[in-house]
């Protein structure tokens, strides 16, 4: 019998229209998740507060079970729909969900949803750093931005 898991607690969700079609805002989504989360600083973040999945690995775009970049793991990814990214390290457990529904014609609504638990004192004030300094939607807003403007380039990346 498979065991019921629990969601973590909501922490936020952000959405930003994209002018192009579901496939290129999903290949727009794994370019910009594998430059922002493989860049030296994510990984050396990812190493200070020591998640296991500390090295960019696996297929892109991102496929399920595969240690996909420093600190997350992907839980989900039905492409071109939803990606569910998932990571542990010793203030925090969470995931980062992105879906992609459709909006207006030949556009895409997309969805960054964050949920996570903070353990502890330590969970305490690594929450407060990341989440009451705006930090976290900062760099969330800035992710969803910049797979906008991938998404909506004119010309479309070759499948792998």
């Known amino acids: 019998?498979?065991?019921l898991v629990r969601p973590l607690p909501f922490v936020d969700e952000h959405t930003i229209l994209v002018a192009a079609d579901a496939e290129d805002v999903?290949?727009?989504l794994a370019e910009t998740l594998d430059w922002a989360f493989s860049r030296p600083s994510a990984?050396?973040?990812a190493k200070l507060v020591g998640c296991a999945d500390h090295t960019?690995?696996?297929?892109?775009?991102?496929?399920?079970g595969a240690t996909t970049f420093p600190g997350f793991?992907?839980?989900?990814?039905?492409p071109p729909r939803e990606l569910t990214l998932l990571g542990r390290h010793r203030f925090s457990s969470y995931t980062l969900t992105f879906r992609l529904d459709e909006a207006e014609?030949?556009?895409v609504r997309l969805r960054a949803e964050t949920r996570a638990t903070f353990p502890g004192p330590a969970g305490g004030l690594y929450?407060?750093?990341?989440?009451?300094?705006?930090?976290?939607?900062?760099?969330?807003?800035?992710?969803?931005t910049t797979v906008r403007l991938r998404a909506e380039r004119p010309?479309?990346?070759?499948?792998?």
């Open 56 to 64: 960019a690995a696996g297929p892109r775009p991102p496929v399920e």
């Open 26 to 28: 999903w290949w727009a």
């Open 1 to 3: 019998m498979p065991r």
């Open 73 to 78: 793991r992907t839980a989900t990814a039905i």
């Open 127 to 144: 929450r407060l750093l990341v989440l009451g300094t705006g930090t976290h939607a900062r760099l969330t807003r800035r992710l969803l």
């Open 43 to 45: 990984v050396r973040c």
């Open 155 to 160: 010309w479309r990346p070759s499948p792998a």
């Open 105 to 107: 014609p030949g556009g």
